[in-house]
């Protein structure tokens, strides 16, 4: 079957079986490896993309049912050479361990703050509670959001402050 | 890599166009719609349906509306969108304590209510929070429409009284003046109910005119404790009554032994919980935080 999927702003047409799964799309049929693969039965959140500006787990979603609309990967985050504040905020926290949580993690977090320019920490925790971080590293991975809340990840623009977050030196990004 | 079996794959463009590709391809068609529950099962083989007929287009099923007196809810409404609901919110709390626990955000985004009572699992939390809610459904298929109570759809496990080529398209809720809630164990957030409980209570001159107890993976019969609402009803909403009719309720049902717990086990949560959202529903009537 045909289709024609809009993945960060560009239009791409393939054909596929219509058993392939979202996930395996992006990642086999495009090259967007950024979008992890892990548990296959939607619980651990490691595939999560945006589809038509909404997070879900492209684990769960067939490639077909996106033919005609929009889906955002981890590769669609940054602004040209310069990190999202999300992105960036994981690197100032520490947000991330092993790494392979942190893509959809960052998806989902993007989503947030376009929804809540200033979640709680409950909000964070409630927002990432479909999604496992094996290294359990969750304490830094909701100190990476808020901190990204407060330094311009609100309007989901690349205008991040520069202020080093607690226990760090610099901000790279 | 669990990749479901081959299928055919069709994308409705109206109820009328699904119904007829699932008259087309028969009992082996099924109707995806969040998929949720379907695609997990495919990739297991525990359902290998020869077509899809995917109706996540039908934006005319995607509506929440206050149709008269009713509660209109289409059957591809989103569960996180049930959940954000205004009116759901105000007047059926029931709904919005089941969909905080139903699964996470992420899979609430995608999952539909539709979807949910059609997939008739017994671990699922709508079935019992709308039957306890005696809500109707509004069907369709070759010969038109038809309203089915709740009570009477769920015929068993993964069994509902759909008809070959029919479609759930709607449900119904008379929007009134009574109070509700809903609790759930689960083993860890975002999991199946180890056991959970739904009550809806109307209360009128000091008394229980109508009740209704929906019980989720507890082995209730079509997920309702019909003995416990007939005790309620004519008697005082007080603490000595629901405790007796989460008795009651808890010996209605037959849990099964299973990894979230033995059978004993899930039948004392069956009664605790049962009294547990009874209370929270008559402290709402009374205009408490519950």
């Not at chain 1, 490896?33 to 979603?61: A, E």
């Not at chain 1, 909000?123 to 311009?152: F, K, L, P």
Request: overall charge negative.
């Amino acid at each position: 079957m045909r289709i024609t999927v809009t993945v960060n702003g560009e239009q791409h047409t393939r054909d596929v079986e219509p058993r392939l799964l979202l996930v395996h799309f992006l990642r086999d049929e495009l090259g967007l490896t950024g979008t992890h693969w892990g548990c296959d039965t939607s619980n651990c959140g490691v595939c999560t993309v945006w589809l038509d500006g909404t997070p879900v787990k492209s684990c769960t979603v067939l490639a077909v049912m996106a033919d005609g609309h929009e889906v955002r990967t981890v590769e669609g985050l940054a602004h040209g050479a310069e990190l999202d504040p999300v992105q960036q905020g994981f690197i100032a926290c520490h947000g991330l361990q092993c790494g392979f949580c942190t893509p959809g993690m960052m998806m989902t977090a993007r989503w947030l703050l376009d929804h809540d320019a200033d979640p709680s920490e409950e909000d964070v925790r409630e927002a990432i509670s479909g999604q496992m971080c094996r290294c359990t590293g969750y304490e830094n991975i909701v100190r990476a959001i808020r901190w990204a809340a407060g330094h311009g990840g609100a309007r989901g623009t690349a205008d991040a402050g520069t202020e080093p977050a607690p226990g760090r030196e610099e901000v790279r990004a | 890599m669990q990749v479901p079996a081959a299928f055919q794959y069709e994308r409705a463009s109206s109820v009328e166009q699904a119904i007829e590709l699932l008259g087309r391809y028969g009992p082996d068609a099924r109707v995806v719609a969040g998929g949720h529950s379907l695609l997990p099962m495919m990739k297991l083989r525990l359902a290998q349906p020869e077509a899809l007929i995917d109706i996540n287009g039908l934006g005319e099923l995607a509506s929440i509306r206050v149709d008269g007196h009713d509660l209109a809810v289409g059957a591809m409404v989103r569960h996180a969108e049930l959940l954000a609901s205004p009116v759901v919110g105000e007047h059926f709390p029931i709904l919005r304590d089941a969909e905080r626990v139903i699964a996470d955000p992420l899979v609430r985004n995608r999952g539909t209510v539709g979807g949910s009572l059609c997939q008739a699992d017994p671990s699922e939390d709508l079935s019992a929070a709308f039957s306890a809610l005696r809500a109707t459904l509004v069907t369709q298929g070759p010969a038109g429409r038809r309203t089915v109570a709740i009570r009477e759809f769920f015929l068993g496990p993964y069994e509902t009284a759909l008809t070959e080529a029919e479609l759930l398209v709607e449900i119904r809720v008379p929007i009134r003046s009574h109070a509700s809630a809903y609790r759930k164990v689960e083993r860890r957030v975002g999991d199946w109910a180890v056991v959970a409980a739904g009550a809806v209570l109307e209360i009128s001159g000091g008394l229980v005119t109508e009740a209704g107890i929906g019980l989720t993976a507890a082995g209730a019969p079509r997920f309702v404790a019909e003995r416990a609402e007939d005790f309620l009803r004519g008697g005082r909403p007080d603490d000595e009554r629901f405790a007796e009719a989460g008795r009651l309720a808890a010996a209605e049902c037959r849990p099964a032994a299973d990894q979230r717990g033995p059978a004993d086990y899930k039948r004392h949560l069956a009664g605790e919980l049962t009294t547990r959202a009874l209370r929270a529903a008559a402290a709402r009537a009374r205009g408490q935080e519950a």
